[in-house]
Nanobody, 119 residues
Framework: QVQLVESGGGSVQAGGSLRLSCVAS????????AGWFRQAPGKAREGVAA?????????AYDSSVKGRFTISKDNAKKTVYLQMNSLKPEDTAMYYC???????????WGQGTQVTVSS
């Protein structure tokens, strides 16, 4: 059974930084594609960043976080990270990691970690 567990969320002031981690246990697919999503109260879930499946560094970011967030992935550890710098109050949300055999099919989801940014 695959389980994704996020950590690293918390409360920070605007301009601060947080680093989220997500470990996938029991993951058996040969390709480890992973990404981060977020959902703020009353809003739809949105994609934040997607790590390049092949490890070539061609990651994708939502325009709202480009230049501030950095996604990285350790295939051997089946872990995906999200370094979040210059945080803004509008970044406040529950952050979820997702993983699967392709970026078009994130089969597995974590339970989420809360990020709260105060002004």
């Amino acid at each position: 059974q695959v389980q994704l567990v996020e950590s690293g969320g918390g409360s920070v002031q605007a301009g601060g930084s947080l680093r989220l981690s997500c470990v996938a246990s029991g993951y058996t697919y040969s390709t480890f594609c992973a990404g981060w999503f977020r959902q703020a109260p009353g809003k739809a879930r949105e994609g934040v960043a997607a790590a390049d499946c092949e490890g070539r560094g061609s990651h994708a970011y939502d325009s709202s976080v480009k230049g501030r967030f950095t996604i990285s992935k350790d295939n051997a550890k089946k872990t995906v990270y999200l370094q979040m710098n210059s945080l803004k109050p509008e970044d406040t949300a529950m952050y979820y990691c997702a993983a699967g055999p392709s970026p078009q099919y994130y089969e597995f989801w974590g339970q989420g970690t809360q990020v709260t940014v105060s002004s």
